[in-house]
């Protein structure tokens, strides 16, 4: 019952967001403009409840969208300068070229698929350490300005929300790579440390985010020298915090992301540098329930080592007596 209570109190808040998202596009652009937004977002809600199927008349509402938002942000951002003087001392810790995972609750309570995740990224870590980050240590890896902390304590700033600014954080102070906690790892991460500028790119893949498949910010990567790079998307995502107590929109870190790249050639060129990789990074969870076929996910993971899951899904580790693809991977990492 409690459950379902603070369910249904998201939802509202979120309507509520929506709402106030709206009108704030209508006043700094138009309604007109406002409303394609809206419509935007019902078009992925479509996409999200027939299996995320990309109609023709989808990707252009949603190309629309980005192109109304991508104005928005020049709005609000127009005339601001990001300052990217970089700090040395962090490199004196001796945690940089990490790997970062973030599991606010602690790693007591951890859905399975979620230790089975960070147990596979530690497989195939290599001299890199993983470090799990949670709401009780992370204060030892960051110091996010008072402003971000009050936001975070009265519940404007929410754990998804912090955790948006935790990543970018992380990297521009001490470089390494970012993983969601729920990616399922098949092969050595090294290959990923050696780019300035790494994440997930799969070109023209859906058109749900503006990055249309040209990063994934799940997954983030920069080196000690190159986190200049977070540095600058640090300060657009502090500014925009500034200025708004709530999502414009839910993928809000993405346009921060698109205008940096747009507006800054360093962060363009370094973008522009990561080549295509993890092409089938979505497809074991489309296969998650079914049964495990070894031919199968031999052809996954030929071009793939990063396979994004989700701790919000129903698993199960057989189907009529047969393992399950799930059942193999918690079977894998025992």
Known sequence: MEKNKRGLKRIIKRIKEEFKASREIAKKLTFRKAFATFIGKLDIQIMVHNGRKEYKWIKKQLLHKHQIMNEFFDKIFNGFIPN????????????SNNIWICWWQGTKDMPEIVKTCIHSIKKNSGKHNVIIITEENYKNYVQFPDWVEEKFKNGIISKTHLSDILRIELLSRYGGIWLDSTFYCTGNLEKYFTLPVWSIKRPDYRHTSVACGEFANYSFGCNYETRYVFSIIKEYLYEYWKLYDYMIDYLFLDYIIVYAINHNEIVKQKFEEIKPNNPECDELLKIINKEYNEEVFRNL??????????????????????????????????
């Open 301 to 334: 993971i030929k071009e793939t080592d990063l396979f994004k899951l989700s701790w919000k899904c129903t698993t199960n580790k057989d189907i009529n007596r047969k393992q399950t693809f799930y059942g193999k991977l918690i079977e894998r990492e025992k």
């Open 84 to 95: 990217i003087e970089q700090k040395n001392e962090d490199k004196n810790l001796n945690i």
